[in-house]
């Protein structure tokens, strides 16, 4: 399949730049794949379109505070996101305007008011804006990125620099920035590690969860951590050479059964974005069936993907030329897809992260 494919142009006015002022008030769009019709709706008449026995899958993952700011000995501002601590405690982070840095120099990473700064040394430039740090710290990166960190918002999403400068922490934030601590996070994010949010499950709220349930739509949950490759456009032109990236992923016995007992009565299973779906599918790949695994994917999902554990999605409107948009039309079709995308346009649904959603059953 050929990447521009799943090209489209987008109005720039249409990537939202904020959440909806309440979480379930953004609108969402049904795709029937049987009759090939599309309902604009708002996402909190999802129970309209769910069954009892319906599972809904969850990613549970939790964003944390990856973006972070560093100082040169000279002054020069550096920005940073972190990616992951490596075996030996480094951390794999990537670097802005970082240029002439190397092995050896130190930085200091800014720190909250009140707080001292943290220095870290650079150990190694591993390319493409890759770079290898090591901290002096001991705390873990995690810990100190509670500290020190804000939301690592995806590119399209502009906020000015007083916003982010500061570092300051969740609890203190305000503005733009105190609204993403907020709202770039699930009501039911629990497992630290994603260094971008699971968004088709922004939507949600605890009364819509509990009214779901009441309904006898089943939950379990999942976690695969969010990493940059999310964000990486596919640069070839043919969809098979572009390089997938990794990320981890865990489903214990509890959710693996309570997802088995829906499939065994029959029940529609509905990932809730296309991380669920890819652990989903994963595993079942793995397995022949869903059981309780963990480890890591790079499954590419493209059309003609055989899907064995997802019957319905929900999810957001994606990037042109994307591994998100692959899967879309991998299980909506190619040419569904693109006219549900046209319509949305016409119709100035918001795009991406903090954007719309789309139910496709």
């Not at 997802?259 to 790949?285: D, F, M, Q, W, Y």
Request: charged share 20%; glycine share 6%.
């Amino acid at each position: 399949m050929k990447t521009s494919d799943l090209d489209y142009q987008l109005p720039p006015e249409l990537i939202a730049q904020s959440p909806a002022p309440e979480r379930s008030a953004s609108r969402l769009l049904v795709m029937d794949r049987k009759t090939g019709t599309l309902e604009d709706k708002i996402f909190s008449d999802l129970p309209q379109y769910l069954r009892p026995g319906d599972c809904l899958v969850l990613n549970d993952t939790k964003v944390i505070p990856a973006r972070f700011f560093a100082r040169r000995p000279t002054g020069g501002r550096i920005e940073a996101l972190y990616i992951e601590t490596e075996p030996d405690g480094s951390w794999h982070v990537m670097l802005k305007n970082a240029r002439t840095l190397k092995p050896g120099d130190k930085i200091s990473i800014a720190a909250a008011e009140n707080q001292k700064p943290v220095s870290a040394k650079i150990v190694s430039n591993n390319g493409d804006g890759h770079w290898t740090i090591r901290v002096d710290s001991d705390l873990s990166a995690h810990d100190l990125l509670d500290q020190v960190g804000i939301m690592p918002l995806p590119p399209y999403i502009k906020r000015t620099a007083p916003e982010l400068e500061s570092n300051l922490p969740p609890e203190a934030a305000s503005g733009a920035a105190g609204i993403d601590v907020k709202r770039y996070q699930t009501v039911y994010a629990a497992n630290k590690g994603a260094i971008a949010a699971p968004t088709a499950g922004l939507h949600f709220t605890p009364e819509l969860i509990q009214k779901l349930k009441k309904q006898g739509v089943t939950f379990a949950t999942c976690t695969l951590h969010v990493g940059i490759g999310t964000f990486k456009p596919v640069a070839v032109d043919d969809l098979a050479d572009h390089p997938m990236h990794y990320e981890s992923y865990c489903l214990d016995s509890e959710n693996a059964e309570i997802i088995n007992h829906s499939k065994s009565k029959g029940c529609r299973i509905i990932p809730v974005g296309t991380t669920s779906v890819r652990t989903l599918e994963t595993i079942s790949a793995k397995h022949g069936q869903i059981v309780a695994a963990s480890g890591v994917t790079n499954l590419f999902i493209t059309p003609g993907f055989n899907f064995r554990s997802t019957d319905a999605l929900i999810t957001n409107f994606h990037l042109p030329k994307s591994t998100l948009l692959a899967l879309v039309a991998a299980l909506a079709s190619l040419d569904f897809t693109k006219k549900a995308y046209s319509h949305a346009i016409r119709e100035r649904y918001r795009f991406f992260s903090y954007g719309d959603a789309m139910l496709i059953q």
